[in-house]
């Protein structure tokens, strides 16, 4: 069992940054991904980014490439997004997740952990 927890959420202006945290407790293991979505009222939950936890590989959504950046600290069992230059678009419930297997994924289906998500507003 993993359990996520969330942190860094909150309301910032336009052109602003956050950087999101989630401590991971339970066992990740090495060939587990880990990554952030996003939902926003009415809209489904959608891919953000991820990470390998062994090599570091990552992804991101084409929304966000170039903003927003994942990383990793193996020794804290912590994953964390930067985020820089947001937009109102990037407004919405911010959800960690940790998928079993070493191939990421787009779908919100394929994770197998949830954290109880972290708000992001952005202001205009």
């Known amino acids: 069992q993993v359990q996520l927890v969330e942190s860094g959420g909150g309301l910032v202006q336009a052109g602003g940054s956050l950087r999101l945290s989630c401590a991971a407790s339970?066992?990740?293991?090495?060939?587990?991904?880990m990554g952030w979505f996003r939902q926003a009222p009415g809209k489904e939950r959608e891919f953000v980014a991820t990470i390998s936890w062994s090599g570091g590989s990552t992804y991101y959504a084409d929304s966000v490439k170039g903003r927003f950046t994942i990383s990793r600290d193996i020794a804290k069992n912590t994953v964390y997004l930067q985020m820089n230059s947001l937009k109102p678009e990037d407004t919405a419930v911010y959800y960690c997740?940790?998928?079993?297997?070493?191939?990421?994924?787009?779908?919100?289906?394929?994770?197998?952990?949830w954290g109880q998500g972290t708000q992001v507003t952005v202001s205009s």
């Open positions: 339970g066992s990740i293991s090495s060939t587990n991904i």
């Open positions: 997740t940790v998928k079993r297997g070493s191939i990421s994924s787009y779908r919100a289906s394929r994770y197998d952990y």
